[in-house]
RNA sequence: GGGCCCGUAGUUCAGUGGUCAGAACGAGCCGCUCAUAACGGUUAUGUCGCAGGUUCAAAUCCUGCCGGGCCUACCA
């Protein structure tokens, strides 16, 4: 294994939710950068897994007669199998209700607790009995008859006093700002780096880690009437799964993280509270935090109430996986929010997959079946317009690098299918079926340069669409021991025999309206 | 209220001072026939939100206005 390791996070999903289409977006991007690095030969480690405590699944589980744990089991599962729906490839899933995981929040907790960073106040505010949240001042308001309510709900607010850890984030303005600086790349994309630098320079307040009023959580050490905040919790995940406090763990080399990938929801726990957390306990931040965007549906927001939320086994059912991958990382510049429109979908689907690319690979495959025995085809003389062709190609993996490493999805595959448009041109203009009568050999070069340039296309391709493209290579008669970037450039050998070629994106049409 | 961002062809967007403002999709026309009726060539469409200003020169910088979005702390 390589010395480089690659550590990619995916948020812990909170449980009390069915896998949604938001869910699969961000983890399908891990799973990109994952499969990506591998092939690229990191030695990486891809994590995913569930957030299970909270009040909310406390109460969740109440209603369904369950224990909470027993809850969490269940519905840890449909995350679990949105993995293998999705075709993700992550390196474990964990839980944050495995004894691990306790023994790393309290091992953390501890080391807060010895720096100085965590001491014993109250936590007081307007509580909302009906909303059972607090608000702070300004979100409530006092209304006629001089009672105070919550300004976004309307229910009335009482003035609530609970003893409480609190973290000193007062303290870390300057020290997280001095780190922001430091570190350019550290929250993706510029916008909500902007966004945080100036939350951050607006001063922060101390932070209430602790909860009495609910005992789904890991329990406080020493303190067993308070559990940890879920987000102190939850983000402790990432250093759990390395084996934390056990620095002499195997997996402790992949810390720190090299990208936690989040919604955009959630980038202050992680830009803010994680890093300052993890300083105070002596231990190194992240690298890099991506926040990516929000999906509407045809225009509309997605909500409960509208009940148009996308589920992500539905359209795998209707579109197929692949095309759905493709989709979902070529359709919406990554970071920004994006609009799922069914119309998109089929356009990509038909225009950039069965057109460009399956049929390029179809009718390339298709005459060296036809008139090369079944073989590829011997390369002779390479012409300028092979070589402009082929260095293009080559050209490729630098490209996708880079942009993958700025979580540009959109531009990678922009960057390949622009080199899928020339080999079609390239087609066009060599007309290996006119050459077929009048000079053969030369047939057989443009057949190679074609076949050879589908092989480095479709090795950048796998970790976006991993099953199409190996069907694909399978087709060129590349081995599986040929398929990672350290082959790149071990091009196709003269001789190798092909199976019979078969498409690979059906064109999708639409059923006849019911 | 404060802060940040956006408003460019039918659609989605690129373009941050300087050739006639670009791409893709969609539309028209032409060509090809190897291929999943796919592919290639070509044409057309814009008061670059509005109004001022700076400059030899602005979609690009500044000001104001109109329209839209996001952030503005413990509820994941």
Redesign the pocket.
Known sequence: MSSRTYYVTT?I??V??VPHIGHAYTSLACDVLARFKRLDGYDVHFLTGT?EH???VEKAAATAGLSPQQFTDKVSQSFRDLVGKMNYSPDNFIRTTEPRHYKSCQALWEKLIAAGDIYLGK?A?WYSVR?E????E??TEVGQDGKRRATSTGAEVEWVEEPSYFFK?SAWTERLLAFYEKNPRFIGPD?RR??IL??VK????D??VSRTSFSWGVPVPGDSKHIM???LD?LTNYITECGYPDTDSPLWKYWPADLHMVG???I??HCVFWPAFLMAAGLAPPQRVFAHGWWTNEGQKMSKSLNNAIYPDELVKTYGLDPVRYFLLRE??FG??G?FQKRALI?RMN?DL???Y??L????L??VAKSCGEKIPPRGTLTEADTALLDRAKGLLAIVRAELDDQAFHRALTAIWEVI?DA??Y???Q????LAKTDPVRRDTVLWVLAETIRRVTLLVQPFMPESAAKILDQLGVPESARAFASFDAELVSGTGLPKPQ?????YVEPKAA
């Open positions: 948020p999903y909170y009390n939710d957030d909270g009040q909310k936590y505010g909303d949240t607090y608000f702070v300004g979100e984030l916008s902007n966004e100036s939350f607006g001063g922060l307040q932070l209430s905040y879920v987000w939850a955009k929801d959630i202050r726990f919406v510049p920004n929010d609009d356009g225009g069965a057109n460009a399956g049929n690979c179809q009718r390339v298709s005459i448009a079609n041109r087609v066009d203009a007309a290996p079926w006119a498409g690979v994106f059906p064109r």
